[in-house]
Structures are given as C-alpha cells and as structure tokens.
C-alpha cells in the first residue's frame, strides 16, 4: 500500500521571518490554523496573515491523531457543524490540489446493550433529520461491512448492532496539513515555526499584538489555535477558558495486508480501530482521566485497548504493537467545540474539541475565518460560543462524541 502514497517536492512552503505587524496573526501551526489562515486567504482576501507556531508545522495534535473523519453528530448544531466539515473534506483535494488519501470507507459504531442500541436508533434518526448519511445494521450486516468483526454471542460485550455512515473514513493527516500549509504560504500567509508566544499586547481591553521567542509582533487581530494548550495560552491574555487538558493515547501495530475494510468504534469497549494507508492497524480509546499534558503511552492503556481489540477482532491476537504515543486534548464539559470571540477585544479563540479535532478541521478554519474577518459567528458556529457556559445552552454531546470523551 505505500506504493499508493504521492511524492512531494523538497519543500511545500518557505521558512518566513516574523515581521513587526500582521492583520491578523493565528497562535498554533496546526490543521486549525493552517485552515483558519488558508480561508482568510482564500475567502476573505486578508493575506497579510502569519501563523505562529511553537514547534514545527502541524507537530501537534495534527501529527498525534489517528486521522478519522465522521458526521454522525447527535445534535442539530453539531451534525450541521460536521456535516459541513464532511462536505468539505469531500471537496478539500481538489480545492488544494492536493491528495491526501481521503478514503470514504465508512464508519461503524457499534451497540453491546439494549441502551447501545435505544441511544444508536435514536441517533440514526437524528442524523437523517439533519441530512447525514445514516443507517442501523443488524449484527449479520455488521458483519458484512466488517467480515473479520467478531459478532458471536458468546463473548462478554456481543454485537447487538451498530450505527454506519458511509461516507466517512479516514484521511492521511500529515498530508492534510502540508496541502494547507502549501496553499496558505501560495496566497501570501507567512509560516512562522520555532515562534512561541510568551504574552500578549493589550491597549487596555484590546489585543494589539504578541511577545514571542522571536520578537514582539504587532496585529489587527488574534486568533488562538493551540489544542491542548489552549488554556495556558489564553491564560497569558489573561482570559480563563472553562477546558480541561488530558493525555489521549493511541498506538499502531506492524504492516499488514488490507484486512480491515472500514473504521469500527465501540464506547462500550473503549476501543476504535481502522487500518492506515501503509497497513497498520490504529488503535485508541477513552483519554486519561486526570488532567495533564504527557505525550507518551503508558502499558496499562495499551494492555486495555488491545483486550478490546482482540475480544472484537480474534484475527488480531499475534499482531505486534510497533509504537504508542500521546495526545493532548483539550475538552469542554458538555464534549463541543468553542469557536468564538472572547471578552477580551480582536481576541478570538478556537478550542475544546476533545478528539473531534481532525474531523472538524475544515469546517473549524471556515467558521473561525469568517469570525474574525467579520468579527461575528458563521451561523455554523454560533451556538459555540463562549457565552454558552455562562446562559446553559449547551450542546451535551457526551454520547456521539466518540469514546475520548
């Protein structure tokens, strides 16, 4: 399979040197800012853009997921949100010249309990209420998206059914990010890695611009992109965010030939699996309960997600483990995003995703350009604002979340 894989040239994007202002500069080199500062580019004509990031391009959460893209959100605003982004990611190569193996090969999340199966119809209908791609499956046709699903009844967890959605799959994420990257430095956007903010400018309750590793830089407007630490960063402008940051942690096995057709997800048995383009298998679960910013995995995590994969996938039981890792995500206390302008003035603040980072990227840099080119919400993101934890409209999708949250 990694015949498949397209050459790249040398270089996709120059190293720019910070300049002393910008219109508008984005904190954090991830699919987030990258999308943000490609549409601001693309759509809203401010090119006088520069992305700062800490590390390098896309080192962060972009590099650290395990690349699954889905709509099938239980509430109006979030199916709309992701539905969106969906759409997007069906357009985004073309649109970026750019393929970075989107591979619509569907997603499973299966039902172990008369509950599973209550909330999983429940949100099937939901789904097609609002225009996405959904279906309830029988066991037996579980089995036929998935022929190396184990759906026997004498396990402890048995297949009672799942929800699908075809037109989901996955993408290869590091090429999502050099397609962004490419893009916005071609529409002018400066790419400024090994820049980390260390403050900010105010004039009185305005953001007037950054002080960075590299120098104090000027800007029209500021807009956060920094994942898991988001908190820490708004913390600098002295803006509290109501997110918590926990380690999520993933691991692939060794290359195999094609087995595993489609992604399967289970919040029952805290463990989602899809096969990646070279042919590992990629594996994750629930994140870390306790709140912190570790990178690395830990034996007991992956002594669970590989109980769960092998009670669901017998075929897996020789495989090898070839290396775990560490996330930090970043998550609100109803599993939404918020994507908003703060109390704080030309401050504005993209967060919260949890493990929906990925998947919403597109949708995610749209919403949040027209926000600050604007400086209001997209219709798309405004019921996530900031103001939602303060009035209770909040948009609990503790359930379809996936099973990080």
Known sequence: MAEQLPEHPEFLWENSEPKSS??????????HGLATAYYLAAHHGITNVAVLE???????????????????????????LYER???MWEQLPEELDYDFLFSQRGVLNLAHTLGDVRESVRRVEANRLNGVDAEWLTPEEVKEVC??????????????????????????HDHVAWALARRAAELGVDLIQNCEVTGFLK??????????????????????????????????????????????????SELFEPVHPTVVMSNHVHVYVSQAHKGELVMGAGIDQYVGY????????????????????????RAHVLRTWGG??????????????????????????GTGGFKGTPAAGYTFAHTIAHDEPHPLNAPFSLERFETGFLIDEHGAAAVAH
């Open 85 to 87: 982004s969906l759409s």
């Open 147 to 172: 022929p190396i699903l184990n759906i026997g009844e004498d396990i402890r967890y048995p297949v009672m059914g799942a929800t699908y959605q075809p037109r989901a799959g996955i993408a290869k």
């Open 54 to 80: 800490r590390g390098w391009l896309a080192g962060g959460n972009m590099a650290r997921n395990t690349a699954i893209i889905r709509s099938n959100y239980l509430w109006d605003e979030s199916a709309h």
């Open 203 to 252: 004039d009185g309750e305005r953001v007037v611009g950054v002080e960075t590793s590299r120098g104090r830089i000027h800007a029209g407007k500021v807009g956060l992109c920094a994942a898991g630490h988001s908190s820490m960063v708004a913390e600098l402008a002295g803006l509290p965010l109501p997110i918590q940051s926990h380690p999520l942690q993933a691991l692939v």
């Open 22 to 31: 910008y219109d508008v500069v984005i904190v954090g080199g991830g699919g």
């Open 294 to 317: 570790g990178q690395r995995g830990a034996f007991h995590i992956i002594e669970e997600q590989m109980a769960a994969a092998v009670e669901l996938f017998p075929i897996f039981a």
């Open 328 to 353: 930090v995500v970043d998550t609100t206390f109803d599993a939404s995003p918020i994507i908003s302008k703060t109390p704080i003035d030309q401050l504005y603040v993209n967060c919260g995703w």
